[in-house]
């Protein structure tokens, strides 16, 4: 795996990879590839997180007894599942091949600050990044395949997190990007070509002030409107 061993040069801490990344186009359906959490994949993958002592997340079609789940697994350096998510949004075509939605936001802390994971089509709506800043979360890892990536800079930017998009889409085609946004929803490098890494540092303690909302970051969680019928 030369970019993950690229990386760990550049001193990455966490690398995202693509959505369904062990099994992408295999044109096999989920049923034929799903497998446990831990598993082979997480095992392959744990071996090179302890080899090159970084994070990583990664989608894959995961079963979960009776049910398939497309889920985002996010794995230590020290080659520990630290936890994974069940995408929750799902397309027409996922449903139609089986595949169940989750229900949880979860929001795990590592070395670095709070992550949380979202997949695809969860970028396509405010929903699921709202709930994982709400946990917590920092930084949002985001394994996608395609979307509009004036989505991904809006859903950094309405929730004031770092989001790690890693795509499939080659840039000539103006879709989404893999790239490391900013709180701001600023693109701070994206890959430009096929293959090739968006690497950037970030300070999470880092405010983001604007002159007239001032530390925006602190104000969101007391300006955000009730959703739902009783939440407080």
């Given amino acids: ?12 801490d966490l690398v995202v990879l693509g959505e369904i990344a ?3 186009n295999l ?5 034929e590839v799903a497998e446990p959490v831990p598993g082979p994949s997480t095992d392959f993958f744990a ?14 079609d995961e079963r979960v007894g009776h049910l398939i789940y497309n889920t985002a697994v996010l794995i ?12 929750v949004c799902l397309p027409r075509e996922e449903v139609e091949s089986g595949v169940a939605p989750g229900s949880e936001y979860p929001v795990f802390e590592t070395r670095f600050g709070k992550v ?6 969860d970028g396509f709506f405010p929903e699921p990044a709202r709930e994982l800043a709400k946990r917590g979360a920092e ?9 509009n990536p004036l989505l991904a800079r809006a859903r950094a930017c309405e929730n004031n997190v770092c989001l790690v998009s890693s795509t499939y889409e080659d840039v000539s085609r103006n879709w989404m990007i893999s790239a490391v946004f900013d709180r701001s929803g600023e693109p701070l490098v ?15 303690n880092q405010r983001t002030m604007w002159n007239f909302l001032g530390d925006f970051g602190a104000r969101v969680p007391r300006h955000r409107p009730p959703v739902g019928r009783g939440e407080k």
């Fill in 27 to 31: 044109g096999k359906k989920p049923e």
């Fill in 1 to 12: 795996m030369p970019l993950l061993a690229e990386a760990a040069r550049q001193k990455a």
């Fill in 139 to 147: 930084v949002i890892a985001w394994p996608v395949w395609g979307c």
């Fill in 190 to 204: 994206q890959a430009q070509e096929w293959g090739t890494l968006a690497v950037a540092e970030v300070d999470l």
């Fill in 47 to 60: 071996a090179l997180a302890r080899q090159h002592d970084f994070y990583v997340v990664f989608s894959l």
């Fill in 22 to 24: 062990p099994t992408a």
């Fill in 76 to 87: 230590g350096p020290d080659g520990r599942l630290v936890g994974k998510y069940h995408k």
């Fill in 116 to 121: 949380g994971m979202m997949i695809c089509y």
